[in-house]
């Protein structure tokens, strides 16, 4: 929402789109619409799933569990929230939540320990399984992390924070790699009431300030350096000078993960020294169901980054329930989840929903091509991996190098193949299916925000016998009940329809506030549309009752009064088999009111002209979606401006587009800024 008002954007919100209604006329589409009004859809439901609900002699099918989801929120929420968690006191009142005000409160009076959950109540049964496989730079080097292992991290350290003066409530900034030290302190965190704010290791000194004081944290760990794609980062540098702007700062605790001693300053604490002076046990803080767990921030594609605070009992409720089934999880298996621990990803499917179920989870922390392009390919071979979870930008990477480096690994360990992040264009999502999975491998689009703390759309909840269509997250997760709305805020009904994604019903793991800065919360998500949660982003409902996200309110064109999502023209465009990936975006135009520019990486080794890659890029886009579809300006590029979460800034693209640079809002998330001048350049050298 960074450049048009809400209601400029919304009012492009209309009519059905091109791409969509061609797919609505394929036979595979119309087949599996076909499968799905089929009583064969209305698939029994998993009694060892859902033991919860065995008694409940009126559920015969997966579509009734969900229809009790939404009209029986406090028996469903509530009997998930008492059997997959352990409470320290019961809560009276399931919820207590107002869509008009943004007002959020999820099991009134329980109280309850995050990291009793994650491991204590494993111990007994589980002390020997593997918690953690932190997959370090070096293929091969990997090291294995039992619960009781973690569980012994996790007490010396929070025993460490409490004989530093950390107290219940005090902000924690954790600038760590994935590792298990990272998730030693957030679990440490919510041990003795601490709020932590993971800030991705790879920011600057800047970011990492900005973080630090919108929090007012006392209290920071890190490390003295990481090695991440054959490169040693120094961490503690970038920390000393985030310290130095931010006076709030009382302590640094240091870890040392790469065997390398470093100057140490007056506020810094050698982390393993405090750690093995401080006890191996630390008792838990039982913490009120609606205290902070955690803040942390969206990945600043739209604008300033937002520091969401979610709290302890509906986001540990909503991570560990939507874990286990949208991937279907079975006791045993290993689950890849590639994301860092900086953003929700790794908040919610590397950490909270894997430890919270007993599984074995990896830590991630090298690169996608280190050594090559065949590292998650070669690592899903070595570790055994059964559900990978990814996300689209990571999968285009490696698509654009050939499928041969896929190939020469085993995958049959392979059960699901997630995603999420951005929306996953036709070629992805083929290809992840096809070349990755063999066709053997379910792969599951899943939609969802910081804000949400978990899975909101997703193919498969549980329900093996659901048909899966290409690129879109199609079904709503149990509790959710989107809608899509108009300019107007009116409900946009039927099945062909498209509109603003909101969803209408509270959900456990929904965050509660944007710390320090309520009216921002409310004004982001609950004042556009009165009594809905407003996501910003666009979705289409296909017959059937499945969603395919269409992208960014804020992406939808005009042209010349045809309403455009920008994904409908990226995904053609990516079809082109010399593309690697695209990003297009709107541009003003004398006639045609917006103009289309198109961002284009080729694959690499391709060697047609511009000209004639142009040229069929346009013939493309007229035969597969209009002739007004057309780019009016194509750029070629060697790269694109990304969060460091992997999502395209099109905010500063269209700033380039318009030859407006001066000022290119907030970048402190962009990951490669000397793209942008690269990107300025080649645009002045074009038009
Ligand atoms: P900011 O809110 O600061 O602009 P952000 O929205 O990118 O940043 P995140 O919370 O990390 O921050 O990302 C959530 C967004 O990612 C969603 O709103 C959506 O636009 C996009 N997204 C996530 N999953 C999908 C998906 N499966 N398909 C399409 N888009 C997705
Ligand atoms: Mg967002």
């Not at 001693?261 to 002076?277: C, G």
């Not at 959710?480 to 099945?495: M, Q, R, S, T």
């Not at 969603?547 to 920008?566: A, C, E, F, K, P």
Request: a neutral charge.
């Amino acid at each position: 929402m960074a450049t048009l008002k809400l209601p400029v954007f919304l009012s492009k919100v209309r009519g059905p789109n091109a791409t969509l209604q061609k797919l609505l006329q394929t036979k595979s589409f119309k087949n599996a619409l076909h499968k799905h009004f089929s009583s064969k859809n209305a698939t029994p439901i998993s009694t060892t799933a859902f033991p919860e609900f065995d008694s409940l002699t009126n559920l015969n099918c997966h579509e009734d569990l969900y229809k009790l989801s939404l009209e029986r929120p406090e028996l469903f929420w509530g009997k998930l929230a008492r059997s997959r968690l352990k409470w320290e006191k019961d809560f009276h009142t399931v919820q207590d939540c107002d869509m008009t005000q943004g007002k959020v409160n999820w099991f009134l009076d329980g109280k309850i320990n995050a990291s009793v959950n994650c491991i204590d109540r494993h111990l007994v049964k589980y002390g020997d399984r593997i918690a953690l496989i932190w997959e370090k730079d070096e293929p091969g080097s990997q090291e294995y992390i039992t619960y009781k292992q973690l569980s012994e991290m996790v007490n010396r350290l929070s025993q460490t924070l409490l004989n530093h003066g950390v107290i219940r409530g005090d902000r924690v900034a954790i600038y760590l790699p994935c590792s298990p030290i990272a998730v030693a302190a957030m679990l440490a965190c919510t041990r003795i009431g601490a709020i932590h704010s993971v800030v991705f290791a790879g920011f600057s000194a800047e970011a990492l300030s900005g973080r630090i004081l919108d929090a007012q944290a006392e209290t920071v760990i890190t490390a003295n350096e990481e090695i991440r794609g054959g490169k040693t980062i120094n961490l503690k540098k970038h920390v000393d000078e985030a310290v130095a702007k931010s006076p709030c700062v009382k302590r640094v605790f240091v870890y040392k993960l790469i065997d390398r001693e470093i100057k140490m300053n007056k506020l810094d604490i050698p982390l393993e020294k405090a750690m093995s002076e401080s006890s191996s046990k630390c008792q838990p803080t039982a913490m009120d169901s609606n205290d902070c767990l955690f803040m942390l921030y969206t990945s600043g594609s739209t604008g300033k980054p937002k520091g969401v605070a979610h709290s302890h009992g509906g986001y540990l409720t909503y991570a560990a329930v939507t874990f286990k089934h949208v991937f279907d999880y079975n006791e045993g298996e290993i689950f890849g989840c590639l994301a860092d621990i900086g953003w929700i990803t790794g908040h919610s499917y590397v950490v909270y929903g894997p430890l919270l179920n007993g599984a074995t989870t990896v830590l991630y922390s090298s690169t996608p091509t280190y050594p090559d392009q065949g590292r998650y390919w070669e690592t899903v071979e070595r570790l055994k991996i059964n559900h990978l979870y990814t996300a689209p930008t990571a999968l285009r990477l490696l698509l654009k190098a050939g499928d041969s480096w896929v190939t020469k690994y085993d995958r049959s360990s392979l059960r699901k193949l997630g995603c999420v992040g951005e929306p996953l264009n036709h070629e992805a999502f083929e290809w992840y299916r096809d070349v990755v999975g063999e066709n053997k491998s379910d792969v599951i689009d899943t939609w969802w925000q910081t804000e949400t703390g978990g899975i909101c759309l997703t193919p498969r909840p549980s329900n093996p016998g659901a048909e899966i269509l290409p690129a879109m997250p199609m079904r709503p997760f149990f509790g959710i009940d989107p809608v899509l709305l108009d300019a107007e805020g009116k409900e946009v009904v039927g099945d062909d329809a498209t509109g603003a994604l909101c969803i209408r019903k509270p959900w456990p793991g929904m965050a509660y506030t944007i710390y320090g800065d309520h009216n921002r919360f409310i004004e982001t998500y609950y004042q556009p549309f009165k009594g809905f949660y407003f996501s910003g982003d666009g979705a289409h409902r296909h017959p059937g009752g499945y969603y395919q996200i269409t992208g960014r309110m804020d992406d939808v064109l005009n042209v010349s009064g045809h309403r455009l999502g920008t994904g409908e023209i990226e995904n053609v465009m990516d079809d082109h088999p010399a593309v690697a990936e695209t990003a297009v975006v709107g541009f003003e135009h004398d006639i045609k009111g917006e103009g289309i520019y198109a961002y284009i990486i080729l694959k690499d080794e391709v060697t047609d002209t511009f000209e004639k890659i142009s040229k069929e890029l346009r013939e493309l886009c007229k035969s597969r979606l209009a002739s007004y579809a057309q780019p009016d300006i194509i750029q070629f590029t060697p790269g694109l401006p990304k969060t460091r979460s992997g999502k395209i800034m099109r905010r500063i693209l269209r700033k380039v587009a318009a030859n407006n640079t001066d000022d290119l809002g907030d970048i402190s998330t962009l990951a490669d800024p000397s793209i942008v001048q690269e990107i300025i350049n080649n645009h002045q050298k074009i038009i």
